[in-house]
Nanobody, 126 residues
Framework: VQLQASGGGLVQAGGSLRLSCAAS????????AGWFRQAPGKEREFVAS????????NYKDFVKGQFSISRDNAKNTVYLQMNNLKPEDTAVYYC????????????????????WGQGTLVTVSS
């Protein structure tokens, strides 16, 4: 199983990025997907998640209205659209896949996830 995150980079405050996470080696449509991030010197934190069917999404409060998670099961890919980026959004962003019992579950906790990508660095300059 491999989750390949991409799309990170350096962007000015107020800018946008779209992260992608391409999954291989698993039936992606059978997994919920999530994004987490870890800023320098801080613990990893939940950002957003989406159910395997795609109808249910969860967001951490600090990204609601700013970030949007989506998925394309035909492409085995989950996306994180990030708008109006702020310096405090600087972090390594990780994608992950979970296989909850419910098709409508979008897990929020890292221990619920079975597979993790390698992370992609997002740096927002002021």
């Amino acid at each position: 199983v491999q989750l390949q995150a991409s799309g990170g980079g350096l962007v000015q405050a107020g800018g946008s990025l779209r992260l992608s996470c391409a999954a291989s080696g698993l039936t992606f449509s059978a997994y919920a997907a999530g994004w987490f991030r870890q800023a320098p010197g801080k613990e990893r934190e939940f950002v957003a998640s989406i159910s395997r069917i795609g109808g249910i999404t969860n967001y951490k409060d600090f990204v609601k209205g700013q970030f949007s998670i989506s998925r394309d099961n035909a492409k085995n890919t989950v996306y994180l659209q990030m708008n109006n980026l702020k310096p405090e959004d600087t972090a390594v962003y990780y994608c992950a896949a979970a296989q909850p019992s419910s098709s409508w579950s979008a897990p929020l906790r890292d221990y619920e996830y079975d597979y993790w990508g390698q992370g992609t660095l997002v740096t927002v300059s002021s």
